[in-house]
């Protein structure tokens, strides 16, 4: 598909250049409009405006939507009012939201002079929840019906009202307080069997829903667990105010999930994709934790300067450190890594703190020990027999290797716990994986190395 | 949320145990089946058949599909022939899929004698596609419709055949060849003006589709890319043979993101849930790859025996070999992190090469010098003018910064590049990241330290 396509983004790219403008707008309208977007990014700045307005209007909305927003403020600055307007009024209003929030401030004041009064309204509603939370990710367009309603009228009143909502497919019965008091899908309002049926008869009350404050990631959470296509959303009172679509929540998902892995790799989250971040964009985002990092790494520095007599007395200890450190480092972000993950998706809670933390000390008895077997029998047979090493006697292979087996039991304590503390004391677990695990367990790794040295080796 | 269902949790556990089964259903009956599945997950072995056989049939069915493995065998070790027939009756045709792959053959068996013929032979088909493809994750259940159909015909269709459909919203137009032409939407018809309008004339023809062999992660891909609600599959020959429905693209999408993230930190992917896994699972999911890393870190110990007469003339260059090692270690996975996402949201290709090297290594110089100067500050302040540690002069804290900035470079260009070439040769791009980055970018700054201290300090 990827290939395909690049052809064609070629084609038309030639068509542009050749102002075949009729062949280009007869294979545009064919195209999907995110697929459109796409060929926007490799266009030149002049050729955006010229292309875009080959569109007609409503694909040239949808298309609008899916597009970077560099360029969509690019547009924004060459539309007229009147093209502006014709835009704005084809956007839902999540979506009209979203690029207030990217514009700078005297595009937004040109957007929100433009827009109808009521969309205005709505968008300032959205933008005045906190980001992260449902409310700023929810539109408030959605079809409401009534419970006295039969199934005839409200089917006509989604056929009246469903041109400019997101979904049609799932209604929201409210009073007249706008508490919500039911859904309806029009699955059910198709299959009912008797068109006088009133909706409060057809209409699931059990329902689950999510307030404006709702943490984003809970509501994509609730999104993968119930399988629906949208979820309500209601104030303190159980008004309804918006609705979440299933879309919105897997760009939380893919978003979050992103933002999991930079944490994990030392990075502050950036929203810019990678190709548009410049160098300076991704150094902003990386010094900071290489900073901090680097810093608390002096710490194993000072450890081995302590112990400077025993290294010097022994040299080839040295040599170990490496191995010792890669390799506790490795088990420690294995765990970290699945208990970050496990409490993402909600699978672990800090009450299973003891489970998780009795597993992993299993499971890195089982590591260690099968490490430092294999570790002995390679430091025996290659460093000691096949290369001659004379100072990598029996006991000094054993000090490695003990050193090896409590490192991984270290290691996997501190990369399953640290997490679970983590988020039990409200801080993402995620800062605690590969990079923060290494460090500490560097020096823990260190420390049990010495100590063994001095007293085994009696250094 | 989770806090208020453990709650409702212990309330349901003590009417099973005091056998108010009435009050017990009563509940039941307003739980979404998802929620349902959960409260199983804390039975004990006896109580799963008594509390599965309170609830209603439809519910059953739907609480069946979100259960774990082993809640569903023993379920199913336990029903009669009636039962049996009557909870695969209700089943999507994916989800009966999903439980023939999972369950041991014998109960395998007795699932599809009990299977009608048609299920029977669609469980065949869709367990004859490949692992990971789109055939092996759709459901062959979806409302077709013909092009000559009118609006009003179409409905009737749907009323008549929709309530064994996955979704019923997304229609697909066939020929009498099953050749996929179109595609309309509930939407569409409800909007439709006139109810004699042809289905051909209000179809969607620039289809977007994919084959039975399609990988699913390029099919999650798409829904995140498209936000459809379902996507069509199709054969070599663009006969329509299935769909795949929103809901499983997301549960792929989240499988994926959790197998990056478990082979970014050196594990064996595992479908295992981790409360689920035991210690033994865990061990052979992670042992390889340790092992495999360990052995590779010989050649740092080698690097470092090799240079023994160096540290012995100058123990101090020892402290800081840890500091080098971790800073090289986390900027090479910052920047191999950031590149395999990238690539798994499909943002980057091969062809990025050059300009990802260029804009790494322009960010690499930015760290890389900032880093070495933090350093050298740290390293004169703090080791020299405070700790009165004479043996760090300027020159050795020359070597150590200069070492640190050209690590962060190496790293940073070792991390962007190594994805890319494995992804280009067709290995996945995620065993590409923090752990061999680090054995990797361990090796290369040792080499690099070593060689500047002989040169710079003559030893």
Chains 1, 2 share one sequence.
Not at 14 to 19: C, I, M, R, V
Not at 324 to 348: F, K, Y
Request: glycine residues 4%; charged residues 25%; contains cysteine.
């Amino acid at each position: 598909m990827p290939e395909r396509f690049e052809i064609v983004e070629k084609a038309l790219l030639s068509l542009l250049e050749g102002k075949k403008y009729a062949t280009l707008r007869d294979i545009l309208i064919t195209m999907n409009p995110s697929d459109i977007a796409g060929l926007f990014d490799g266009l030149e700045e002049n050729q955006i405006p010229l292309m875009f307005r080959l569109l007609p209007k409503e694909q040239a909305a949808e298309t609008f939507v899916e597009m970077e927003p560099d360029a969509q403020e690019l547009l924004i600055r060459g539309f007229s009012d009147n093209e502006l307007k014709e835009v704005l009024d084809e956007l839902y209003v999540d979506d009209a939201a979203d690029l207030v929030e990217e514009m700078p401030a005297n595009v937004v004041k040109r957007i929100l002079k433009h827009a109808d009064p009521e969309m205005r309204s709505s968008i300032n509603q959205i933008l005045r929840y906190p980001e992260n939370s449902a409310g700023s990710i929810m539109t408030t367009e959605y079809v409401s019906l009534r419970p006295h309603m039969t199934v005839e009228e409200a089917i006509l009143r989604i056929r009246r009202q469903g041109i400019d909502k997101e979904t049609i497919y799932t209604c929201y019965v409210i009073s007249k307080d706008r508490t919500l008091e039911g859904i309806v899908t029009v699955k059910d309002l198709l299959l009912a069997e008797n068109d006088d049926i009133p909706i409060e008869d057809l209409m699931i009350t059990n329902l689950i829903y999510v307030t404006t404050q709702t943490d984003q990631e809970e509501v994509a959470r609730m999104f993968s667990k119930y399988n629906f296509l949208a979820l309500p959303v209601v104030d303190g009172e159980k008004r309804m105010v918006g609705i979440v679509t299933f879309d919105d929540a897997m760009d939380v998902m893919e978003e979050e999930a992103t933002e999991d892995m930079e944490i994990m790799a030392a990075m502050t989250p950036s929203e810019k994709s990678y190709l548009k971040s410049t160098p300076f964009d991704l150094y902003k985002h990386r010094i900071p934790w290489l900073m901090l990092l680097m810093v608390s790494a002096t710490f194993t520095g000072m450890i081995i300067t302590s112990f400077e007599d025993s290294l010097s007395a022994l040299p080839i200890l040295t040599a170990f450190i490496p191995m010792l450190m890669d390799t506790g480092g490795n088990s420690g972000s294995q765990s970290s890594v699945t208990i970050i993950r496990a409490l993402s998706l909600d699978e672990l809670h800090f009450s299973d703190l003891f489970r998780v933390m009795w597993k992993e000390v299993r499971t890195a008895v089982l590591c260690g020990v099968t490490l430092a077997l294999a570790c002995f029998a390679k430091i025996f047979l290659i460093d000691h027999l096949l290369m001659g090493n004379d100072s990598i006697n029996l006991l000094v292979n054993g000090v490695v290797c003990l050193t090896l087996a409590v490192t991984v039991v270290i290691a996997k304590f501190v990369g399953c716990s640290l997490p679970l503390l983590a988020k039990h004391l409200g801080f993402d677990p995620a800062v605690m994986a590969s990079p923060f695990i290494t460090t500490i367990v560097d020096a823990l790794s260190l420390l049990v190395y010495f100590m063994f040295a001095k007293s085994l080796l009696g250094l």
